[in-house]
């Protein structure tokens, strides 16, 4: 990809995360993959992690007082994992913006989950080194603020999959059906569409993500918005 082209894929992605960097180097490791060249972004992943997992921990204890140590690591869990980190990722466009090497650049690399997240973590390593701590949490907090403000902690953490499996089951009837009913792209630079099939009900939903896992919690999470709509439990009083 040409220098300007990376230069205003960068100054994007700056843009997006809300933070300027004076060492412009930083980021540029944060976004380079070990396919590329020696000088990857590996090592600064290690340190991004620590810095996510402190910072999503603090602002789910922040926001729900009331929930026990449990409940607050299953929350984390659903927020720090590559399919959320993949998807604000391709909400940035990050993908414009990593330094690949030519065989993963031609396999479609630059929309693949896992480097995807990975260049996130490593991109929240990289603020803390250019700046400190601080402002690496300023900027996962910009992130990540409106997905902890909608988390759904009355599930306790629960993925979507596993919701709609216990609710399924309270209700006394058959386990869902997921189905890839459509692979678009490569096979390493795909969108999935699956299917969710709650059978003897009649009701099947679609919906699609850059992998099969958030494809398939996506479905759930539509299924389920149906299902206790349609087939409410009654609470005893």
Same mark, same amino acid.
């Given at each position: 990809?040409?220098?300007?082209?990376?230069?205003?894929a960068?100054?994007?992605i700056q843009?997006?995360l809300?933070?300027a960097?004076?060492?412009?180097e930083?980021?540029?490791?944060?976004?380079?993959?070990?396919?590329?060249?020696?000088?990857h972004?590996?090592?600064?992943?290690?340190?991004?992690?620590?810095?996510l997992?402190?910072t999503?921990?603090?602002?789910?204890f922040?926001?729900?007082?009331?929930l026990?140590e449990g409940?607050?690591?299953?929350l984390?869990a659903?927020?720090v994992n590559?399919?959320v980190?993949a998807e604000?990722?391709?909400?940035m466009?990050v993908g414009?913006g990593?330094? +690949? /090497?030519t065989?993963?650049?031609?396999? %479609?690399?630059?929309?693949?989950p896992?480097?995807?997240?990975d &260049?996130? #973590? !490593?991109?929240?390593?990289a603020?803390?080194f250019?700046?400190?701590?601080?402002?690496?949490?300023k900027?996962?907090?910009?992130?990540?603020?409106?997905?902890?403000?909608?988390?759904?902690?009355?599930?306790q953490?629960?993925?979507?999959?596993?919701?709609l499996?216990?609710a399924?089951?309270?209700r006394?009837?058959?386990?869902?059906k997921?189905?890839?009913?459509?692979?678009?792209?490569t096979a390493?630079?795909?969108?999935?569409?699956?299917?969710?099939?709650?059978?003897e +009900? /009649?009701f099947?939903?679609?919906a699609? %993500?850059a992998?099969r896992?958030t494809?398939?919690?996506e479905? &759930?999470? #539509? !299924?389920?918005?149906?299902?206790?709509q349609?087939?409410?439990?009654k609470?005893?009083?």
């Amino acid at each position: 990809m040409k220098p300007d082209i990376l230069k205003q894929a960068h100054q994007r992605i700056q843009q997006h995360l809300g933070y300027a960097f004076r060492r412009i180097e930083l980021l540029q490791q944060a976004l380079t993959h070990r396919s590329f060249n020696a000088k990857h972004n590996e090592r600064f992943e290690f340190v991004g992690d620590a810095i996510l997992n402190y910072t999503i921990a603090k602002m789910l204890f922040d926001a729900f007082p009331k929930l026990t140590e449990g409940e607050l690591s299953r929350l984390r869990a659903n927020l720090v994992n590559e399919g959320v980190l993949a998807e604000i990722a391709l909400e940035m466009n990050v993908g414009d913006g990593l330094y +690949l /090497g030519t065989g993963e650049l031609k396999s %479609g690399g630059f929309r693949r989950p896992s480097i995807l997240a990975d &260049a996130m #973590e !490593a991109m929240f390593a990289a603020v803390s080194f250019d700046a400190d701590f601080a402002t690496a949490e300023k900027v996962i907090r910009h992130l990540f603020a409106g997905r902890v403000k909608s988390v759904d902690f009355k599930n306790q953490g629960k993925d979507n999959k596993t919701t709609l499996q216990e609710a399924l089951q309270a209700r006394r009837l058959d386990l869902p059906k997921y189905r890839i009913e459509e692979q678009i792209g490569t096979a390493n630079d795909s969108r999935f569409v699956i299917s969710c099939d709650l059978g003897e +009900l /009649g009701f099947i939903c679609k919906a699609q %993500g850059a992998s099969r896992k958030t494809a398939e919690q996506e479905a &759930a999470a #539509e !299924a389920l918005k149906w299902l206790e709509q349609t087939f409410p439990i009654k609470r005893k009083k």
